[in-house]
């Protein structure tokens, strides 16, 4: 069984940076792709980043690409995603999950765990 705690967020201006964190506890950490996704009220939960089982594959939604860098350390079993150039948009609780697969999805209904969220919330 699988445990993840999200932390990191917080309330920062736009164009800021924040980075968050998921740590993980429980088996088989490392066999399965990772994944960030966030939820605004009243909205769908929407996928933010995916890397792979071993770290050499990334996938990111393009409202987030080129800001937002996903990173894994399986040997800590830690995740992280780095935000830059926040946008006021980018407000949202983000989710760690872990997925039934191994090399990422962008689909929230492929991730068997999640973690319980972390606010980020971007001013204007």
């Known amino acids: 069984q699988v445990q993840l705690v999200e932390s990191g967020g917080g309330l920062v201006q736009t164009g800021g940076s924040l980075r968050l964190s998921c740590a993980a506890s429980?088996?088989?950490?490392?066999?399965?792709?990772m994944g960030w996704f966030r939820q605004a009220p009243g909205k769908e939960r929407e996928f933010v980043a995916s890397i792979s089982w071993s770290g050499e594959r990334t996938d990111y939604a393009d409202s987030v690409k080129g800001r937002f860098t996903v990173v894994r350390d399986n040997a800590k079993n830690t995740l992280a995603l780095q935000m830059n150039s926040l946008k006021p948009e980018d407000t949202a609780v983000y989710y760690c999950?872990?997925?039934?697969?191994?090399?990422?999805?962008?689909?929230?209904?492929?991730?068997?765990?999640w973690g319980q969220g972390t606010q980020v919330t971007v001013s204007s």
């Open positions: 429980g088996r088989q950490f490392s066999s399965y792709a």
């Open positions: 999950g872990q997925s039934t697969t191994w090399g990422g999805s962008r689909n929230r209904y492929e991730y068997a765990y």
